[in-house]
């Protein structure tokens, strides 16, 4: 895979440095770190010591310093390849992926330098200087890095990368937020059944090797696979057919888990009927195994029960008990319940897809309680019409993976996409009537707060506005609870295309909170005498 990267100057992309502030803030924005902890050495040689007499010893306020963002950001899609035919009309392939990348950091006392660079390393193809600022890539050809640089505190940094396929088998918007390396994901989406295929995506940003083992679930519980353990290497990707590994599966959840380093995962689900395209989408990773589950971002087109085109809910209890998951669907007025979905019994193991035809058109999140731990993500489609040689209307296709509820997040917007904000009031239950509090601010090509405005929403409710609307201009959206009912957010994407709309869903990049002061104690065991 080559890694080259026409990058054109775009606003913001260098600049002299600017002071640390945040203009116009009602709210100082706080970042940090993940803070090692502090233990004694000598626990057991300290059993062989004489003791002494107990005494007070000193605390000490120790600061620690903030560190870098790390993002690892997709290339194009994976494209089928050429028919051997030599007939164009069969191309499954007609056009290339117009693919880009959108890196911000916002102005404050965390706006360090930023740098986008190959993942193999190499020139970086954007800098900005410390104090904030946005870059636009363009014909990106391969997976990027992003790197965000501290200053007094942790930076406030995203990015999002997004390939745009117009026509053939890969048609669709596959968008993502660039996401930090991780050694245990849940990947829940996509099928290797007819008509599907999925490849599970693999990169490594880091120095060292790292070693990748999969855990793959079906229908019918986990899945035998040819090959379970992978070996990527430092700035590589590396690429499982899914369809080899796991063949024949109608519904999907693979669960990654890496030792000796870390990787970002996705995978890239593409669906066809027949001839015709049905959607091309990335398949991101959720939440860890939780008792409760939230997925935002289901932008709804009514449809009938039992119609092919209708949202799903997808489910897994990874452990070894049974359970009932509970789903409650939280509209723009409330709460409302789908015969045959609000309670689904799930089998140990085993993948379950629920239709969630009828529900009325609109913007939904999902709720699902359960007993045991429990994995979920949903999925929507959008109907167009058929193209010059499709038997049946085209479909696209946007996976929303679950969340975490109360992320202080950002979400980088790719330019020339329409975004639409989404919050959902999470409420202990339907009864709950006490509301959401957030701050939304809307950042500038300098990273600037272009503007910050109050968000409201009742308890089991969704709330959605369109970008355009609420923060024109607008590259970057940053959204930071306030308190009251917990809430879930992302932002939806779409292009509008003469043969159907084509859709996906970002979830926030989270915002780590300030460097703080831990205070550390001397071991007493180690002052013995």
Same mark, same amino acid.
């Given at each position: 895979?080559?890694?080259?990267?026409t990058a054109?100057?775009?606003?913001?992309?260098?600049?002299?440095?600017?002071?640390?502030?945040? %203009?116009?803030?009602?709210?100082?924005?706080?970042?940090?770190?993940?803070?090692?902890?502090?233990?004694a050495?000598?626990?057991?040689?300290?059993?062989?010591?004489?003791?002494?007499?107990?005494?007070?010893?000193?605390?000490?306020?120790?600061?620690?310093?903030?560190? @870098?963002?790390?993002l690892?950001?997709?290339?194009?899609?994976?494209?089928?390849?050429?028919?051997?035919?030599?007939?164009?009309?069969?191309? @499954?392939a007609?056009?290339?992926?117009?693919?880009?990348?959108?890196?911000?950091? &916002?102005?404050?006392?965390?706006?360090?330098?930023?740098?986008?660079a190959?993942?193999?390393? #190499?020139?970086?193809?954007?800098?900005?200087?410390?104090?904030?600022?946005?870059?636009?890539? $363009?014909?990106?050809?391969?997976p990027?890095?992003?790197?965000?640089?501290?200053?007094?505190?942790?930076?406030v940094?995203?990015?999002?990368?997004?390939?745009?396929? =117009?026509?053939?088998?890969?048609?669709?918007?596959?968008?993502?937020?660039?996401?930090?390396?991780?050694?245990?994901?849940?990947?829940? #989406?996509?099928?290797?059944?007819?008509?599907s =295929?999925?490849?599970?995506?693999?990169?490594?940003?880091?120095?060292?090797?790292?070693?990748?083992t999969?855990?793959?679930?079906?229908?019918?519980?986990?899945?035998?696979?040819?090959?379970?353990?992978?070996?990527?290497?430092?700035?590589?990707?590396?690429?499982?057919?899914?369809?080899?590994?796991?063949?024949?599966?109608?519904?999907?959840?693979?669960?990654?888990?890496? *030792?000796?380093?870390?990787?970002?995962?996705?995978?890239?689900?593409?669906?066809?009927?027949?001839?015709?395209?049905?959607?091309?989408?990335?398949?991101?990773?959720?939440?860890?195994?939780?008792?409760?589950?939230?997925?935002?971002?289901?932008?709804?087109?009514?449809?009938?029960?039992?119609?092919?085109?209708? @949202?799903?809910?997808?489910?897994?209890?990874?452990?070894?008990?049974?359970?009932? /998951?509970?789903?409650?669907?939280?509209? /723009?007025?409330?709460?409302? &319940?789908?015969?045959?979905?609000?309670?689904?019994?799930? /089998?140990? %193991?085993?993948?379950?897809?629920?239709?969630l035809?009828?529900?009325?058109? #609109?913007?939904?999140t999902?709720?699902?309680?359960?007993?045991?731990?429990?994995?979920? /993500?949903?999925?929507?489609?959008?109907?167009?019409?058929?193209?010059?040689?499709?038997?049946e209307?085209?479909?696209?296709?946007?996976?929303?993976?679950?969340?975490?509820? !109360?992320v202080?997040?950002v979400?980088?917007?790719?330019?020339?996409?329409?975004?639409?904000?989404?919050?959902?009031?999470v409420?202990?239950?339907?009864? !709950?009537?006490?509301?959401?509090? *957030?701050?939304?601010?809307?950042?500038?090509? !300098?990273?600037? +707060?272009?503007?910050?405005?109050?968000? =409201?929403?009742?308890?089991?409710?969704?709330?959605?506005?369109? +970008?355009?609307?609420?923060?024109?201009?607008?590259?970057?959206?940053?959204?930071? @609870?306030?308190?009251?009912?917990?809430?879930?957010?992302?932002?939806?994407?779409?292009?509008?295309?003469?043969? #159907?709309?084509?859709?996906?869903?970002?979830?926030?990049?989270?915002?780590?909170?300030? $460097?703080?002061?831990?205070?550390?104690?001397?071991?007493?065991?180690?002052?013995?005498?």
């Amino acid at each position: 895979m080559t890694h080259e990267t026409t990058a054109p100057e775009p606003e913001g992309t260098t600049r002299r440095e600017r002071p640390a502030r945040r %203009g116009g803030r009602a709210l100082r924005i706080v970042s940090g770190v993940a803070v090692l902890g502090l233990t004694a050495g000598a626990v057991v040689a300290g059993t062989q010591l004489g003791t002494a007499d107990a005494r007070a010893l000193p605390a000490v306020d120790v600061e620690v310093a903030p560190t @870098p963002v790390t993002l690892e950001c997709p290339g194009p899609v994976l494209l089928p390849q050429r028919t051997v035919r030599g007939d164009a009309a069969f191309d @499954p392939a007609p056009v290339a992926p117009v693919v880009t990348v959108d890196a911000v950091t &916002a102005e404050g006392s965390g706006a360090g330098a930023l740098a986008v660079a190959p993942l193999g390393g #190499g020139t970086a193809l954007a800098d900005l200087v410390a104090g904030g600022g946005a870059a636009h890539l $363009a014909d990106v050809a391969g997976p990027l890095v992003v790197r965000a640089e501290p200053r007094d505190d942790a930076p406030v940094a995203a990015a999002t990368g997004a390939s745009v396929v =117009t026509d053939g088998d890969a048609r669709g918007l596959a968008a993502a937020s660039c996401r930090a390396p991780s050694s245990d994901d849940w990947l829940v #989406g996509g099928a290797t059944g007819i008509g599907s =295929t999925s490849t599970l995506v693999l990169s490594n940003p880091g120095l060292t090797a790292a070693q990748v083992t999969l855990e793959v679930f079906g229908p019918n519980g986990p899945v035998e696979q040819t090959t379970a353990q992978h070996v990527v290497g430092p700035g590589a990707t590396r690429t499982v057919d899914l369809g080899g590994t796991a063949a024949g599966q109608s519904a999907l959840v693979v669960h990654v888990t890496v *030792a000796g380093g870390q990787v970002a995962a996705r995978v890239q689900d593409t669906a066809v009927l027949g001839f015709t395209p049905a959607g091309t989408d990335l398949v991101v990773p959720g939440a860890a195994p939780a008792a409760r589950q939230v997925v935002t971002g289901l932008d709804v087109e009514a449809s009938a029960v039992g119609a092919s085109d209708a @949202p799903v809910l997808r489910l897994l209890a990874p452990g070894d008990a049974a359970t009932t /998951a509970r789903v409650s669907l939280l509209g /723009a007025d409330g709460p409302v &319940a789908l015969p045959g979905a609000d309670e689904v019994p799930l /089998a140990p %193991g085993e993948v379950v897809d629920v239709p969630l035809g009828g529900l009325p058109a #609109g913007t939904w999140t999902a709720v699902v309680d359960a007993d045991v731990p429990v994995v979920a /993500a949903a999925v929507v489609s959008r109907s167009g019409v058929p193209g010059a040689l499709d038997d049946e209307a085209r479909v696209e296709r946007a996976w929303s993976a679950s969340t975490a509820t !109360d992320v202080h997040g950002v979400v980088a917007l790719p330019r020339g996409i329409a975004a639409r904000l989404v919050v959902a009031a999470v409420g202990q239950d339907d009864e !709950d009537r006490s509301r959401t509090r *957030a701050t939304l601010r809307a950042l500038d090509r !300098d990273g600037a +707060v272009l503007s910050e405005v109050p968000v =409201t929403v009742d308890a089991g409710t969704t709330g959605a506005w369109d +970008v355009a609307d609420v923060a024109a201009g607008a590259v970057a959206l940053e959204l930071e @609870p306030d308190g009251g009912t917990p809430l879930a957010w992302g932002v939806t994407l779409t292009v509008a295309q003469a043969d #159907g709309d084509l859709v996906a869903v970002l979830d926030p990049v989270p915002v780590n909170g300030r $460097a703080k002061d831990r205070t550390v104690r001397e071991d007493p065991a180690a002052a013995r005498g």
